[in-house]
């Protein structure tokens, strides 16, 4: 058989690049550095890809490449960043990283959740002013006894749960699914807003959940609340956000992503002492990101190779060429 071309648009471990290279020939690209038009002109040229989760495929570059192309390996778990009915469509398997990454991205939320309460940021500010002092810096609040809003229960949101529980919050979910019983709450996305005095959300960025957080949603919260987002930026309703927090209509905010990556340098987001932003790190440890490299590597050889990969997205299953 002859040996698949794979196009490599992440950095990757040693030991995963050679893990690659003995099962194709591999290219190594840098999208950021060549730019999307030459990453787009070489997918044609590669039987695989394997990016990041926040590396866009455009519907007319994936039908151009897919006389060749057969696998879109992604670094991440999410997977809006390619159409996958389209892709199911032209023969192009879509794969993931899921599960692995879950502990990473609870330990953020974590993280901000606390940083919110105990106000880390201002904290912080305030030392590096030149300032001390328990009586002069303003109370912050407990965790412990509130309520947190998971707005999707799926991985992640539970790997946030079985945390939140551990902190003694109590825990209500949202989701179109029945979730596993356990000690939390599935509730109506309405009682969820209502009720929760930290709000954070873990769904896929989809037609259905794009603007999900709107001026509706941010106006049922708690002006006590805190919104959390580590899933993807277009879920929120960035101006009606900027709004809401501008009016305290919400407390605060914790952005791990934002609309658009990266958000302008004049934001007034970024100047708001009520919200914390991080680049988009939800998933940025040394031991998740080789694990996702790792994955990502095996759904792509396995998939060229003609076998079935750990974490396929398409809902039908392709038979690539070659596939048992
Ligand atoms: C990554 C992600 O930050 O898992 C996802 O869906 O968005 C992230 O893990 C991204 O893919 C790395 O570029």
Same mark, same amino acid.
């Given at each position: 058989?002859?040996?698949?071309?794979?196009?490599?648009?992440?950095?990757?471990?040693?030991?995963?690049?050679?893990?690659?290279?003995?099962?194709?020939?591999?290219?190594?690209?840098?999208?950021?550095?060549?730019?999307?038009?030459?990453?787009?002109?070489? %997918?044609?040229?590669?039987?695989?890809?394997?990016?990041?989760?926040?590396?866009?495929?455009?519907?007319?570059?994936?039908?151009?490449?897919?006389?060749?192309?057969?696998?879109?390996?992604?670094?991440?778990?999410?997977?809006?960043? +390619?159409?996958?009915? %389209?892709?199911?469509?032209?023969?192009?398997?879509?794969?993931?990283?899921?599960?692995?990454?879950?502990?990473?991205?609870?330990?953020?939320?974590?993280?901000?959740?606390?940083?919110?309460?105990?106000?880390?940021?201002?904290?912080? $500010?305030? /030392?590096?002013?030149?300032?001390?002092?328990? $009586?002069?810096?303003? @109370?912050?609040?407990? *965790?412990?006894?509130?309520?947190?809003?998971?707005?999707?229960?799926?991985?992640?949101?539970? $790997?946030?749960?079985?945390?939140?529980?551990?902190?003694?919050? !109590?825990?209500?979910?949202?989701? #179109?699914?029945?979730?596993?019983?356990?000690?939390? &709450?599935?509730?109506?996305?309405?009682?969820? @807003?209502? &009720?929760?005095?930290?709000?954070? +959300?873990?769904?896929?960025?989809?037609?259905?959940?794009?603007?999900? *957080?709107?001026?509706?949603? #941010?106006?049922?919260?708690?002006?006590?609340?805190?919104?959390?987002?580590?899933? !993807?930026?277009?879920?929120?309703?960035?101006?009606? %956000? !900027?709004?809401? #927090?501008?009016?305290?209509?919400?407390?605060?905010?914790?952005?791990?992503?934002?609309?658009? &990556?990266?958000?302008?340098?004049?934001?007034? @987001?970024?100047?708001?002492?009520?919200?914390? *932003?991080?680049?988009? /790190?939800?998933?940025?440890?040394?031991?998740?990101?080789?694990?996702?490299?790792?994955?990502?590597?095996?759904? %792509? *050889?396995?998939?060229?190779?003609?076998? !079935?990969?750990?974490?396929? /997205?398409?809902?039908?299953?392709?038979?690539?060429?070659?596939?048992?």
């Amino acid at each position: 058989m002859k040996r698949p071309r794979m196009l490599i648009a992440m950095p990757l471990a040693q030991t995963t690049m050679e893990r690659l290279a003995e099962g194709g020939d591999v290219t190594v690209i840098d999208p950021g550095e060549v730019g999307e038009d030459a990453f787009q002109n070489a %997918l044609a040229s590669h039987d695989g890809v394997l990016c990041s989760a926040m590396q866009g495929i455009p519907d007319g570059c994936l039908e151009r490449a897919s006389k060749r192309l057969r696998v879109v390996s992604n670094f991440g778990v999410g997977y809006d960043n +390619v159409n996958v009915a %389209l892709a199911t469509k032209c023969g192009v398997r879509v794969c993931n990283t899921p599960g692995i990454l879950s502990d990473a991205v609870a330990e953020l939320v974590m993280l901000l959740v606390l940083a919110l309460a105990r106000r880390l940021d201002d904290a912080s $500010a305030f /030392v590096r002013g030149g300032h001390w002092g328990t $009586a002069s810096f303003p @109370l912050a609040h407990d *965790i412990s006894g509130k309520t947190l809003g998971l707005i999707g229960f799926g991985r992640i949101g539970r $790997a946030v749960a079985d945390r939140a529980l551990a902190f003694n919050m !109590r825990v209500m979910a949202s989701d #179109l699914r029945d979730i596993a019983e356990g000690p939390w &709450e599935q509730v109506p996305l309405e009682t969820l @807003l209502a &009720e929760a005095d930290f709000v954070s +959300v873990h769904v896929n960025l989809s037609q259905a959940t794009r603007g999900l *957080i709107g001026e509706e949603t #941010l106006g049922r919260m708690k002006r006590s609340a805190y919104l959390v987002n580590t899933s !993807r930026g277009p879920v929120v309703d960035t101006t009606a %956000l !900027r709004q809401a #927090l501008a009016s305290g209509a919400i407390a605060g905010a914790a952005l791990d992503v934002t609309d658009p &990556e990266p958000p302008a340098p004049d934001d007034s @987001l970024l100047s708001m002492p009520q919200v914390i *932003i991080t680049p988009h /790190v939800g998933t940025g440890t040394v031991e998740t990101r080789e694990k996702m490299g790792d994955m990502a590597a095996t759904n %792509l *050889i396995e998939s060229l190779a003609g076998r !079935r990969p750990p974490a396929v /997205v398409n809902q039908v299953d392709l038979q690539l060429a070659g596939d048992a």
